[in-house]
């Protein structure tokens, strides 16, 4: 017997506020994901959308901030290369975090103290769980690919570094979690979470 996508394989501990830090944080990085689409997106009409994407080039707004410019490493040794990859793939990529991001936040908004994850948003979660660790590593390691950490940087911010540990707790125990549950081929019982009534 094999898991349905419905099936729960992970749960978020948001007991003590922390659904309500994950929900700000989301909130933050989603914002500044928005910064990248064109002001006019013409989201109800493709066509509309695709005239806008044309007409803006999200590039230098993305390279202007560390925290996006570590979510969008180029793809390309040429700079000519990577900018023409990035003027052909940040709108599609910050409208697919942002999608991602929504399930994330719907997840939070319909339970109270233990989120369950749904074998077919582990995905969704992975992405924004991930992208979040990235998103705020920039701040102690700037926005190369293989950056360290500054040293004096982690000194004086304990608490970023804490964030940034947590986040990586989370993706791994996520991934470890939907591995044990498809391993056994067993969900977690959906009668021990609490629905937002």
């Known amino acids: 017997m094999s898991l349905e996508p419905e099936d729960i394989v992970w749960a978020f501990d948001g007991r003590d506020g922390r659904d309500g830090g994950l929900r700000a944080m989301i909130g933050f ?12 997106d013409g989201a109800d ?52 975090r942002i999608r991602a991001a929504d399930v994330v936040v719907a997840d939070l908004d319909g339970y109270l103290g233990f989120v369950p994850v749904r074998l077919d948003a582990v995905d969704d979660w992975a992405k924004t769980l991930g ?10 390691a700037g926005t190369e690919r293989l950056a360290e950490p500054v ?12 964030l940034i540990e947590w986040l990586g707790y989370l993706l791994e125990d996520l991934m470890e979690s939907r591995a044990a549950c498809l391993g056994v081929s067993e969900s ?4 021990q979470f609490t629905p937002v009534r």
Do not use: K
């Open 151 to 162: 040293q004096a940087i982690i000194d004086s911010n304990p608490g970023l570094v804490d």
């Open 45 to 96: 009409d493709p066509f509309d959308q695709i005239v806008a994407e044309l007409q803006d080039d999200p590039t230098n707004r993305m390279l202007s901030n560390p925290r996006l410019a570590r979510l969008f490493p180029p793809a390309f040794g040429e700079e000519q290369e990577a900018d023409e990859f990035w003027r052909d793939s940040i709108h599609n990529q910050s409208r697919e």
């Open 131 to 140: 992208a979040l660790r990235l998103f705020w590593y920039a701040e102690v």
């Open 188 to 191: 977690l019982d959906p009668d």
């Open 29 to 40: 990085y989603v914002n500044h994901l928005r910064t990248l689409l064109p002001a006019d």
